[in-house]
């Protein structure tokens, strides 16, 4: 399994970004997928978390109501929209894979894009 994150950039406080993850070499759609980030000198933790599904997501309460998260299975691809950024979500942004289905164990992750938000 492999996954290829995109989308990060240097963005405006108050712009948006979305981020896309691709995942390859197994079946997407059985997977839970997560975003991560991890700012510097601090710990990574969790932003957003999709099901297998699609039917159940969980957020950050740092980012509740700013960003979505979403998946099309057709395209083996998660998707973090984020809107209405801080310079606070700044960091290197992480998609994770579980191959449960669900969202708390992930076996496998991505390269991480940088996202920058300037004041």
């Known amino acids: 399994v492999q996954l290829q994150a995109s989308g990060g950039g240097l963005v405006q406080a108050g712009g948006s970004l979305r981020l896309s993850c691709v995942l390859s070499g197994r079946a997407f759609s059985s997977y839970g997928m997560g975003w991560f980030r991890q700012a510097p000198e601090k710990e990574r933790e969790s932003v957003a978390a999709i099901t297998w599904s699609g039917r159940n997501t969980y957020y950050a309460d740092s980012v509740k109501g700013r960003f979505t998260i979403s998946r099309d299975n057709a395209k083996n691809t998660v998707y973090l929209q984020m809107n209405s950024l801080k310079p606070e979500d700044t960091a290197v942004y992480y998609c994770?894979?579980?191959?449960?289905?669900?969202?708390?164990?992930?076996?496998?992750w991505g390269q991480g894009t940088l996202v920058t938000v300037s004041s």
């Open positions: 994770a894979a579980d191959p449960s289905g669900r969202t708390t164990s992930y076996n496998y």
